[in-house]
């Protein structure tokens, strides 16, 4: 084996792999290259070893290879710092990054949902095109009715779970079927045909206080969430179609890890969202107090987003932007990286 092109052409690796040791932070997708160059350059030193390479260059490889393993160590064996980074950083990034998908979804689906609801409260024969029977319908509207007694009749933390459970569900639907377009459009339209369908009825019994009342305490935090798992589904789906300047594979593999990203991220938004609908929205709290915690809960979320992830966001675009590195002193023993091949 021809040991100087076999160490030339796997130098770019070698560098990269040292620029990942000497960098102080990495991000989840830099820690999972950094272990994967780290194992490859393993198994080219041992291949070079065999092969009696040049001295120098089996120390300076060796040499990498331990600063390296000490970085993999230390991300193994803090999982919780991992687990921080994860939300003060990849998430936030992740969902600011696709922010214009996920408002145009939900100015759609409120739009939607608005015009069902109208036409539900003022055109009988609206009701009767969505399957609606015409009579009274006071044992659902009714103060009591099953619009109500849903949010109190099982146990609270029972169904903070079945309501977490429930929502996780319908945005993984959302996040993973974006890839096809056509079933994550029809999972949302189908919900905004459901809470349509719900405020007609309700502003037609002269309830919509009620409705309200209800829904927005954690109905604010929960549709933005639905609405971050469709519109980053939908951005996957649509990279599919058109992956810009990168091949259709990398841009796919790239966003695919932003998609896992927020929906891990969803779960805990979701989970929040799941107490809210089971200890607030049904307790006797006032309603404006009610409505004002699940304000209160949107606020903080949007804040995070725009403010944490976008302050990420930028700090990753900016580095991204830098030119490399010069190589360290002490990786004389590569081979010069050439600018053309």
Known sequence: MDTDAYSWARQRSWYRLDQLVRQRRLTGAEADELIALYRSASQQLAKLQGHRADPELLAGLSALLARARGRVLAARAQPWREMGRFFTRGFPAAVYRAWPWWLGTTAIFLLVSTVIAVLVDNSAGAREALGIPEGDHSIITGPGGSFETYYSEHPNDAFAAKVWTHNSWVSAIALFTGVLILPAVYALFMNALNLGITGGLMADADRLDSFF??????GTLELTALFVAGGVGLKLGWTLVDPGRSSRAAAMARQGR???????????????????????TPSGLPAPVRIALGFLAE????????VVGR???????????????MPDPALRWLPKVPTRV
Do not use: K, M, N, W
């Open 213 to 218: 009342g209800f829904i927005l305490p954690h």
């Open 258 to 280: 932003a998609t896992a990203t927020v929906a891990l991220g969803l779960v805990a938004v979701l989970l929040v969202c799941g107490l809210l609908e089971g200890f607030v």
């Open 299 to 306: 606020g903080l979320f949007l804040a995070y987003v725009f």
């Open 311 to 325: 302050r990420v966001a930028e700090e990753q675009d900016a580095a991204s932007a830098l030119p490399e590195a």
